[in-house]
């Protein structure tokens, strides 16, 4: 077989001494090494990868400034690099154009009242960080009592893999933390979250996207996140509210150069009270400074490249 075969991971590389934990991890890398070109979500994927090859297989790696890396293991050679995947922005903003007159995104902004609104949509998955971002929140409610009354916020996620015990308990525990939380903030005319556990159509999500003023996405781990940038992407180029929260544990947080926890975020209470509070000007910046990322990287430039490095 003459033809060449790239592959892509879509999630992350574990660092190597994580790897070493899993009983099977040498074939499982010697497999990986088939390939003629192994695609990675970041350059901290890509450099655990060279890390273990480097380290535990015996192999090299030869970096090349703008150009993939070409890693000798286990008798083969092959190229890897990283390119972070993204959306079609101008597509995702067409949905939210179209939802915005929908019976669902309508009942929010009626409910919402003059409310802001903190959104959130992750799949039911223990690698999203759903409860800690539930706890977050609570912990923004307790540190700052302005917001109580005064942002609403509302995290759908999806069913999914709803055969596993795993994920069952995931759905017992958010819907356990979002009714203690609301026990204890609530008021007769607010519920501090909206705990959805549904499907929605793209376009009632991107819609929501543009209605909301931020864009919580906190992961504990995850390959990029599109979320994010489908969030970012929703908002108009003029938007005097989006907001997004990306943090370190994506791909889209580490693309960004999300920051490190400091104090102005303790004083907000967490990173999404800074967002409620964050100025004009710097929330005017951070959306420009995005939108044009996604406007040059689309998911057609990450199709590209790929192949273009896997038939060089």
Not at 135 to 143: C, P, S, V
Not at 190 to 214: C, D, G, K, M, N
Request: aromatic share 10%; net charge positive.
């Amino acid at each position: 077989m003459t033809n060449r075969i790239g592959f892509f991971l879509h999630i992350p590389f574990p660092a190597a001494q994580v790897l070493l934990s899993v009983p099977r991890h040498r074939v499982l890398v010697e497999a990986l090494c088939s390939f003629d070109l192994l695609g990675f979500q970041t350059a901290l994927d890509l450099r655990a990868f060279c890390d273990y090859i480097e380290t535990e297989a015996n192999g090299s790696v030869v970096r090349i400034a703008g150009q993939p890396n070409v890693v000798s293991a286990f008798g083969k050679t092959l190229r890897a690099a990283a390119y972070p995947i993204s959306v079609y922005y101008d597509e995702i903003a067409s949905l939210a154009k179209d939802g915005e007159s929908g019976r669902e995104v309508q009942t929010v902004k009626t409910t919402l009242r003059d409310r802001k609104l903190i959104m959130s949509v992750d799949r039911l998955d223990y690698s999203k960080g759903l409860v800690e971002r539930f706890r977050a929140f609570e912990k923004l409610l307790e540190h700052q009592p302005a917001q109580r009354n005064n942002v609403s916020f509302v995290q759908i996620a999806p069913p999914t893999r709803a055969d596993m015990d795993t994920y069952r308990d995931i759905r017992l525990q958010l819907e356990a933390e979002s009714g203690r939380i609301n026990g204890r903030y609530a008021e007769l005319d607010w519920t501090p979250i909206r705990y959805i556990h549904r499907q929605y159509e793209r376009p009632v999500l991107a819609a929501l996207f543009r209605a909301s003023h931020v864009g919580f996405v906190t992961l504990l781990r995850d390959g990029m996140n599109l979320v994010a940038k489908e969030y970012v992407a929703a908002g108009s180029r003029r938007s005097r509210r989006a907001r997004p929260v990306p943090v370190r544990g994506c791909g889209a947080g580490i693309e960004r150069r999300a920051d490190r926890e400091s104090a102005r975020y303790r004083r907000h209470g967490g990173r999404a009270g800074y967002a409620l509070a964050m100025p004009l000007n710097e929330r005017q910046v951070r959306y420009a400074d995005m939108f044009a990322q996604l406007r040059e990287n689309n998911v057609s430039v990450w199709r590209d490249n790929f192949m273009r490095d896997l038939q060089a």
